[in-house]
């Protein structure tokens, strides 16, 4: 069964950068993307990436809230999916996670937390 594994969060002041990294056990050929649960919430979509296949492929896709600051990127030969958070708001304060689009509940791992404050 894949596994996914989540790193890169931490406590970063409004304005910051992080970069989230999700490796996975084994090639995955399915879209991926990254989901958030904010305290009392319940998970979100935050953006998704195709496959990487030419017949699946679509543009990758962002909530509108974080759209024009996270960049979604995976690289196939490292089995890793990548997410570029610029222009950290507190409002971006959750638990990171990633899995495939739609996501498969088996797939879920621990997540990495985010904490914007200053």
């Known amino acids: 069964q894949v596994q996914l594994v989540e790193s890169g969060g931490g406590l970063v002041q409004p304005g910051g950068s992080l970069r989230l990294s999700c490796k996975a056990s084994e090639k995955i050929i399915y879209a991926m993307a990254w989901y958030r649960q904010a305290p009392g919430k319940e998970r979100e979509f935050v953006a998704g990436?195709?496959?990487?296949?030419?017949?699946?492929?679509?543009?990758?896709s962002y909530r509108d809230s974080v759209k024009g600051r996270f960049t979604i990127s995976r690289d196939t030969a490292l089995n890793t999916v990548y997410l570029q958070m610029n222009n950290l708001k507190p409002d971006d304060t959750a638990i990171y996670y990633c899995?495939?689009?739609?996501?498969?509940?088996?797939?879920w791992g621990q997540g990495t937390q985010v904490t914007v404050s200053s």
């Open positions: 990436i195709s496959s990487g296949l030419s017949t699946t492929y679509f543009t990758p």
């Open positions: 899995n495939t689009r739609p996501p498969n509940q088996a797939y």
